[in-house]
């Protein structure tokens, strides 16, 4: 759970990229901190209220190989509705290798349509 929350959650979170942790304690800290705070109310009010809703919708901004791991992560937490990823890529700096974004974008689309044909 740590890799996927250092790869996706907290190298794309606004207030949380600037805390990434390098240990335990920083975790800790972090989910101990508002943002966590809010971050973990939001995912237990999402479960509690899953009967009011028809899908989960996200947008994933992260490293192709954690994407699987991320959608499972949310089914064991209990989320039991329909994921539906409007949004998918990966944040890239200014200058970036087009090829390899590329590469991943479809890395990324074949892993979800073999979810959707699954």
């Given at each position: 759970?740590?890799?996927l929350?250092l790869?996706?959650f907290?190298?794309?979170?606004?207030s949380?990229?600037?805390?990434t942790?390098?240990?335990?304690s920083d975790?800790?800290?972090?989910?101990?901190s508002?943002?966590?705070q809010?971050?973990i109310?939001?995912?237990?009010?999402?479960?509690?209220?899953?009967?009011?809703i028809?899908a989960?919708?996200?947008?994933f901004?992260?490293d192709?190989?954690?994407?699987?791991?991320?959608?499972m992560?949310l089914?064991?937490?209990?989320?039991?509705?329909?994921?539906e990823?409007w949004e998918?890529?990966k944040h890239y700096?200014?200058?970036?290798?087009?090829?390899?974004?590329?590469?991943?974008t479809?890395?990324?689309?074949i892993?979800?349509?073999?979810?959707?044909?699954?």
């Amino acid at each position: 759970m740590l890799y996927l929350l250092l790869k996706n959650f907290f190298s794309q979170s606004e207030s949380l990229v600037s805390k990434t942790p390098q240990n335990f304690s920083d975790l800790e800290n972090i989910f101990n901190s508002s943002d966590g705070q809010r971050t973990i109310n939001w995912l237990r009010m999402l479960k509690k209220q899953q009967s009011s809703i028809y899908a989960i919708q996200i947008h994933f901004y992260g490293d192709w190989d954690t994407l699987q791991k991320t959608l499972m992560w949310l089914k064991n937490q209990g989320i039991n509705k329909p994921i539906e990823i409007w949004e998918i890529a990966k944040h890239y700096p200014k200058n970036f290798d087009e090829n390899i974004y590329a590469e991943e974008t479809a890395k990324l689309l074949i892993i979800l349509l073999a979810r959707v044909l699954n």
